[in-house]
């Protein structure tokens, strides 16, 4: 089984982003975190999904092919398509949820926030 570049650099993104997750006191560079995580998924996915040589499964290129097997499956794609769509819908919440925690605890900073939330 060969690993490709690209599912090999999608893999190591999402752990070096994981590490930061844990690491990071900062509620904005969580998000950013997140936000890779969520990058290097999608990218894992669709390099394993990926063959040269092969055609859109739409398109007038069809009823030259031979096999099924020189045709894109969709599904995969389609999937990936409402991953975004999700991951857009989380990261645009959880820059809500980041703006309404600065303005009442009036910092980002996850420790302190947990001070004065436990002094409420």
Do not use: H
Request: proline share 3%; hydrophobic share 55%.
């Amino acid at each position: 089984m060969r690993v490709e570049l690209a599912e090999l650099f999608a893999v190591i993104m999402f752990f070096i982003s994981f590490y930061g997750l844990i690491v990071t006191r900062n509620i904005i560079k969580s998000v950013i975190f997140i936000i890779i995580m969520e990058a290097a998924a999608i990218m894992f996915f669709l390099s394993i999904g990926y063959r040269s040589g092969i055609l859109a499964p739409i398109g007038p290129n069809l009823a030259e092919v031979e096999s099924w097997a020189y045709i894109a499956d969709p599904f995969p794609q389609a999937l990936m398509i409402t991953a975004i769509v999700i991951g857009l819908s989380v990261t645009t919440i959880l820059l809500i949820m980041t703006i309404t925690i600065t303005r009442e605890y009036k910092t980002t900073d996850w420790d302190t926030i947990k001070i004065r939330s436990l002094e409420k």
